[in-house]
């Protein structure tokens, strides 16, 4: 059962979706890879939110079980494939074709929450589902006939459709395991055990692959502060906060405002004009995800 939280967890929830907003817009003007991107922002937010709460830290993470260390590991780890995937899928496709898919975290976190409670997918839930993926085929026919139009931009948007699916399933799996931990943990030594875990992973990939963390322009470095600073610390924050007082897929599914702002965001700054075949399927997939969440509301 959900806690009374200190702090209104719905306004935790509109801060969240705001700040989250961002994100794309600021990941597109830093113009760095998306390990760079994803090590800097993972990086700077276990930096301030850990010298913030410190005293937290110092007194809750050394009580954590062997179990409890490996589930913010595990967390750390989805977080950290969660921004590989997702940031490189806006090099690919459309920031309005990439929120949408990837805000499709709420159908994925109702699929796999009844595993977790060793529940089943009701008939309802499957309609749901299947609408969903109609939306995400008629948003794949958009990116298609804008490969055709301009491949410079978008000749590999399927591939960047798929990368922010896959994004959508980490995120999930993400606010799950989250979701448990959150019981143990207040949020600043949450955070920093998670945000820094995916930090260490992201470092280790960054290296393997021999991405560039260093040489940045003072343009591109203020790009990913920001990153780092409002959809991350501020953001990102905001929804683990709510995630002890609310269910995972009641935050998932507040998370689709994201798709909205950052789509008009790009219109506005990148003047990336949604095509009218991906709002369409983008809508589709909102109606599925929603249609998926009521039925599962039901069954409660």
């Given amino acids: 059962m959900s806690q009374a939280a200190p702090f209104s967890s719905r306004i935790a929830l509109l801060v969240a979706v705001v700040t989250v907003s961002t994100s794309a817009i600021f990941i597109r003007l830093a113009e760095a890879p998306p390990l760079v991107v994803a090590v800097y922002r993972c990086t700077l937010a276990t930096l301030v939110l850990g010298a913030i709460g410190w005293r937290e ?8 079980s062997m179990r409890e260390r490996l589930l ?21 496709t459309t920031v309005a074709s990439s929120l949408v898919l990837v805000t499709t975290t709420p159908l994925w976190v109702a699929l796999m929450s009844p595993f977790v409670a060793q529940g089943r997918v009701r008939g309802p839930t499957w309609v749901g589902i299947a609408v969903s993926v109609l939306g995400c085929f008629v948003i794949g026919l958009a990116d298609i006939q804008s490969s055709g139009e301009d491949f410079e931009l978008t ?44 930090a260490v992973f992201l470092l280790v990939f960054a290296l393997a692959s021999g991405a560039p963390l260093m040489g940045h322009s003072w343009e591109t470095l203020g790009w990913l502060a920001l990153v ?21 897929a009641l935050v998932a599914v507040v998370s689709l405002g994201e798709s909205v702002g950052a789509t008009l965001m790009a219109w506005a700054f990148l003047d990336e004009v949604p095509r009218s075949l991906a709002l369409a399927g983008g809508a589709v997939v909102i109606v599925g995800v929603l249609l998926a969440l009521r039925a599962e509301s039901a069954r409660d």
Wanted: hydrophobic fraction near 50%.
């Fill in 228 to 248: 780092a600073l409002v959809p991350q610390i501020i953001g990102h924050s905001s929804y683990n906060y709510a995630l002890k007082y609310a269910s995972a």
């Fill in 57 to 64: 830290c110092r007194r809750e993470l050394p009580r954590l």
């Fill in 155 to 198: 000749g590999s948007a399927l591939w960047g459709d798929l990368l922010a699916l896959a994004g959508a399933w980490l995120c999930g799996i993400y606010m799950l395991a989250g979701r448990r931990l959150r019981e143990s943990l207040s949020l600043l030594p949450y955070v920093t055990a998670c945000y820094g875990s995916a």
């Fill in 72 to 92: 913010a590991a595990g967390t750390g780890l989805a977080l950290a494939l969660h921004f590989v995937t997702w940031i490189s899928s806006l090099s690919y």
